[in-house]
């Protein structure tokens, strides 16, 4: 499986985000210049590098470090009616995962569990955007 990368750029004159995705094998085929314009180093401002999680939320779309997560429990199953985390890269006590951040409080990390489906309160579980470009979706469960 080739590494995929999702990189985040902001124009410094506009303040807009740009997000490219690229796998190693495409970086290592030509210069990131000739790739996309935003590896400019004038006109953007790189402000991330996220991992591919190699997962898909339930609608198929993949899931990156950074992105925001809504988890929709079963009520016959859970008292919690539904869950928004970010995804997180952490690599603590020798093993790195992608997890949620609030942690889930569950024996593996957070997105395995989530891609082994065992759980029956899950609903479904939805990227519904990221970080960047959203930043006010985590601030919103916080309240």
């Known amino acids: 499986m080739d590494i995929v990368i999702r990189y985040v750029f902001k124009h410094r ?3 807009n985000i740009e997000i490219k995705i690229y796998s ?3 970086l290592e085929e030509r210069s990131a210049q000739k790739l996309s314009p935003c ?3 004038t006109d ?3 402000i991330a590098r996220n991992l591919f999680t190699g997962l898909k939320d339930s609608e198929g779309n993949e899931i ?3 992105d925001v997560i809504l988890i929709t429990y079963d009520e016959a199953f859970s008292e919690l009616p539904y869950y928004i985390g970010e995804v997180n890269f952490r690599a603590d006590d020798n093993y790195p995962a992608f997890d949620l951040l609030p942690w889930i409080d569950c024996e593996m990390n ?3 569990w989530l891609k082994s489906e065992s759980d029956p309160s899950v609903k479904s579980y939805a990227v519904i955007g990221n ?3 959203n930043p006010d979706l985590l601030k919103e469960e916080a309240q």
């Open 13 to 15: 004159a506009t303040g």
């Open 64 to 66: 990156y470090g950074g």
């Open 24 to 26: 190693i094998s495409q």
């Open 110 to 112: 957070a997105l395995s």
């Open 44 to 46: 953007y401002e790189l």
């Open 39 to 41: 590896f400019n180093e």
């Open 131 to 133: 970080i960047y470009q």
